[in-house]
C-alpha cells in the first residue's frame, strides 16, 4: 500500500479521524507534517498523510478505535528527540502519526505522597520545573531535557546522568495511563509503593517504545531536593582507575553519590575546540577524565568534607593524576558544560558510528580494551570515541571512522563495526541498547543477539497486548511478515 491508497480509501478513514481532533489537531499539508516525520538529526525519515495531535485521553481513544477498526498503523510520537527512529513511520505511508505533544496537564501534585501525575506531552523540563514548585527533585536529566516529553521517556525508560543515585525512567513511575490500541483506556494511575496484587502492567509498557498502547499519562515519584552539591572533575591514566575510583566514591559516599561520568581524552579536546568558552580544568592531557558528583540534605561543610576525603584517598591510592573541585556553582556548570558538550565533540571530531551499550561495570575496562583492539585490527584508522555513564556500566562508544573514507564506505562499514562492537558486548554480558531504546535502528541486532525464549516472551506480549500488529510496527520487534520470511 502506498501513501495515495491510505488518502484515497473509500472508507474515509481519514476524514473521520480529522474530525476526532477537530481544525487545531491535525496536520497534512507535506511541509506542516515533515518535522514529524524526520527523526531529530535527520537520521530517520518516514512517509504518512496524516498527524493527529489529540488533546485528551478520550482522543486517543477515539483515534486508536477508529484506526483499529480500519487496520490503520499508528505511530505514537512524543518529543521527537530519540536517537534510534523509534517515532517515525516506515516508507509505506500507510501509518499515522499520533504525537501526543497537546497533552500538556498536570493533573495532581501529592506533597505528602510525593508524586507528580502528568499528561504525556508535558516537557521533562516542565516536570523538573513541577517538582520544584513544591520543593522537590523529580531526577531524570538529559541533554533534550528542554523539549524531550515524558510519555517519550517513558516508552524508551530514559536514564541520563542521575540513573546511579535516583534510577532510570522505570524506577521513577508509580503508575500509568495506557489506551490500548483498541481504544480501551487503563486508569493505572496508582500512586503506590507497595501494590503485589498480581502482574506490573505499567512495566510492560515502560520502555516498550510505543509497539503496546499509548501511554497517554502517569504518576512518577518525587524525592527531596538537595540542600549541598559537591562536583568534582578527576584526571586518570587508565580506565580501570575510574572503576576503582567508583568503588571508593560509592563507600564513602553512599546514596549521596549523584553522577560518575567517563570521558576520554580525545572527546575532551573535541568539546573545547567545538564549544566557545570551554577549557578544560586540566594543565596537561590526560587519557580519562570523571565527573564526580555527590549531593545531599546535609548544610555546612559536611558533604565538601566527604569529597575531599574522597579526593585525599583517590591520590593516596594512586588512582588519579589531577582533579579539581569546583568552588563555586559556575565552576560546577563549567565541569558539567564538558559533559554536555559530548555530542558537539562527536560532531567536531567527524563522523562516528553510535553504540549505547551497558556491561557489568567491572567489565568495562574490557570491554574498552576488547572493542579497541578489534576494531584497530579491522579497520586501521579508526579513533575511539568514548563517554557515558560509569556507574551504570553504559558507554556511548561511539569510533570516529577515518576522514578519507566515502560516504559510501562509511555507510557500507558502518554494520561491520556495530556487529564488531556488539559481539564484544554479548560476549561479556552485555546490551547493546542501555538507555535509547531498539527503536528501528537496532531491531536486527536485537533479534540477532537475543536467545529465542527471550524473543518468544517478547512476540507472545505483543501478539497479547496488539494482536493486529497495529502499534509502532517494526520497531522492537520487525515485521511479523518479514519474520516469516
Ligand atoms: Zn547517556
Excluded at 538529559?142 to 543515585?165: D, F, H, M, Y
Amino acid at each position: 500500500m502506498t501513501a495515495a491508497s491510505l488518502m484515497t480509501r473509500a472508507d474515509g478513514i481519514l476524514d473521520r479521524l480529522k474530525a476526532v481532533v477537530g481544525p487545531a489537531g491535525f496536520l497534512e499539508a507535506a511541509d506542516d507534517t515533515a518535522p514529524f516525520r524526520t527523526s531529530f538529526g535527520g537520521t530517520f525519515q518516514g512517509e504518512t498523510p496524516l498527524v493527529l495531535r489529540p488533546a485528551s485521553t478520550a482522543e486517543v481513544s477515539a483515534i486508536a478505535g477508529l484506526c483499529s477498526a480500519a487496520r490503520v498503523p499508528m505511530v505514537p510520537q512524543g518529543g521527537n528527540t530519540g536517537l534510534a527512529g523509534g517515532a517515525q513511520p516506515d516508507a509505506s505511508g500507510t501509518a499515522v502519526i499520533v504525537s501526543l505533544d497537546r497533552m500538556r496537564q498536570v493533573r495532581a501534585v501529592d506533597g505528602a505522597n510525593d508524586t507528580l501525575t502528568v499528561e504525556a506531552g508535558v516537557t521533562l523540563a516542565e516536570v523538573q520545573a513541577a517538582a520544584e514548585r513544591i520543593d522537590r527533585l523529580f531526577p531524570l536529566s538529559l541533554a533534550s531535557e528542554g523539549s524531550c516529553r515524558i510519555g517519550g521517556n517513558l516508552a524508551t525508560n530514559a536514564g541520563g546522568t542521575q540513573v546511579l543515585r535516583y534510577g532510570n525512567m522505570r524506577a521513577l513511575t508509580l503508575g500509568l495511563e495506557v489506551v490500548l490500541p483498541g481504544g480501551r483506556i487503563w486508569n493505572g494511575l496508582r500512586g503506590l509503593r507497595k501494590d503485589n496484587a498480581g502482574y506490573d502492567l505499567k512495566h510492560v509498557f515502560i520502555g516498550s517504545e510505543g509497539t503496546l498502547g499509548f501511554i497517554t499519562a502517569a504518576t512518577l515519584r518525587l524525592f527531596p531536593r538537595p540542600r549541598a552539591v559537591e562536583t568534582a572533575m578527576l584526571a586518570l591514566a587508565d580506565v580501570a582507575d575510574a572503576v576503582r575510583l567508583l568503588t571508593l566514591a560509592r563507600g564513602l559516599m553512599g546514596d549521596q553519590l549523584t553522577a560518575f561520568e567517563l570521558m576520554r581524552a580525545p572527546s575532551l579536546v573535541h568539546a573545547v575546540a567545538a564549544v566557545p568558552g570551554l577549557s578544560s580544568p586540566f594543565a596537561a592531557a590526560h587519557a580519562w577524565s570523571v565527573l564526580v558528583e555527590a549531593s545531599g540534605q546535609e548544610t555546612g561543610e559536611g558533604l565538601r568534607a566527604t569529597m575531599e576525603a574522597f579526593l585525599e584517598q583517590a591520590f593516596g591510592a594512586g588512582l588519579v593524576e589531577d582533579g579539581v573541585v569546583a568552588a563555586s556553582g559556575a565552576q560546577r556548570q563549567r565541569l558539567w558544560a564538558l559533559r554536555e558538550a559530548q555530542a558537539e565533540a562527536q560532531k567536531h571530531a567527524g563522523p562516528g558510528v553510535k553504540h549505547d551499550i551497558s556491561v557489568p561495570v567491572r567489565a568495562i575496562p574490557d570491554f574498552l580494551a576488547a572493542a579497541d583492539a578489534a576494531l584497530a585490527a579491522a579497520f586501521p584508522g579508526i579513533v575511539p570515541f568514548t563517554f557515558g555513564h560509569v556507574g551504570d556500566g553504559n558507554l556511548h562508544y561511539n569510533p570516529i571512522m577515518p576522514a578519507h573514507w566515502s560516504v559510501e564506505e562509511r555507510a557500507r562499514k558502518a554494520p561491520d563495526i556495530n556487529r564488531i562492537v556488539h559481539d564484544v558486548v554479548a560476549r561479556l554480558d552485555g546490551s547493546i541498547s542501555a538507555e535509547h531504546g531498539l527503536g528501528q535502528l537496532r531491531v536486527r541486532e536485537a533479534e540477532h543477539y537475543k536467545a529465542p525464549v527471550e524473543l518468544e516472551m517478547m512476540r507472545a506480549l505483543k501478539a497479547a497486548f496488539d494482536p493486529l500488529g497495529l502499534m509502532n510496527p517494526g520497531k522492537v520487534l520487525a515485521y511479523s511478515s518479514e519474520r516469516l520470511s
